[in-house]
């Protein structure tokens, strides 16, 4: 069975810093893309960022580029989503997708698995 768990989330003052994790279990991890998604309220979910089964490429949405880092560390079968200065308006729940076969890694039918999400709060 396969599980994906976020963890790291919280109420955090804006220009503050996070670090959200994901361990897998139950599939072979470096076979998958690994997606950092973010809901919310009245939103769709939408992708934050994204990271290569091996780790060498990565892409991130616009609204996060310079403040947002994914990483992962396939021994541990976890991937990494570091942010700072954060803004009220990354306010949403996170959630983090695997993906084994996708061109697209920013739609969100193109991921097979999905964590329960995180919530990351930013007070102003």
């Known amino acids: ?6 963890s790291g989330g919280g109420l955090v003052q ?3 810093n996070m670090t959200l994790s994901c361990a897998g279990s139950g599939l ?10 973010r809901q919310a309220p009245g939103k769709e979910r939408e992708l934050v960022a994204a990271i ?7 892409t991130y949405a616009d609204s ?9 560390d396939n021994a ?4 990494y989503l570091r ?7 990354d306010t949403a729940v996170y959630y983090c997708g695997a993906s084994k076969y996708t061109s697209n890694w920013s739609k969100v039918e193109a991921y097979d698995y999905w964590g329960q999400g995180t919530q990351v709060t930013v007070s102003s």
């Open 1 to 6: 069975q396969v599980q994906l768990v976020e």
């Open 76 to 79: 541990k079968n976890t991937v």
């Open 52 to 58: 290569s089964s091996t780790g060498k490429s990565t």
């Open 28 to 37: 072979i991890f470096n076979w998958y893309v690994m997606g950092w998604f």
């Open 64 to 72: 996060v580029k310079g403040r947002f880092t994914i990483s992962r």
């Open 14 to 16: 804006a220009g503050g």
């Open 83 to 89: 942010v700072i200065n954060l803004k009220p308006e």
